[in-house]
Nanobody, 123 residues
């Protein structure tokens, strides 16, 4: 079974840093774009950062200069380094990836999501 498992969330004071990780597992053949989203109660999930398989990245304006997305293709893992955290960064963070995986003698595509990890930034 193909899945994404996140880790690294927690409680941090404003101005602090955290690093989130998200690892893919299962019969993964390849992973296209990997991304981090976040969601707070009553709001839509929003894109935080994304990175393509060749390393090109883009960021939400609200996190530019503070967050860095990276990936290790050999480990099927995407990271989000978050610096200078603000209380408004408090949210559940989800990773997302476009995964091609083997299923028997065929390949299938899955738009996969992690289970979410809570980041709380105190003022």
């Amino acid at each position: 079974q193909v899945q994404l498992v996140e880790s690294g969330g927690g409680l941090v004071q404003a101005g602090g840093s955290l690093r989130l990780s998200c690892a893919g597992s299962g019969n993964i053949f390849s992973i296209n774009t990997m991304a981090w989203y976040r969601q707070t109660p009553g709001k839509q999930r929003e894109l935080v950062a994304a990175i393509t398989s060749d390393g090109s990245s883009n960021y939400a304006d609200s996190v530019k200069g503070r967050f860095t997305i990276s990936r290790d293709n050999t480990k099927k893992t995407v990271y989000l380094r978050m610096n200078s955290l603000k209380p408004e960064d408090t949210a559940v963070y989800y990773c997302n990836a476009g995964i091609t995986y083997s299923s028997g003698v065929t390949f299938k595509f899955l738009d996969a999501w992690g289970q979410g990890t809570l980041v709380t930034v105190s003022s």
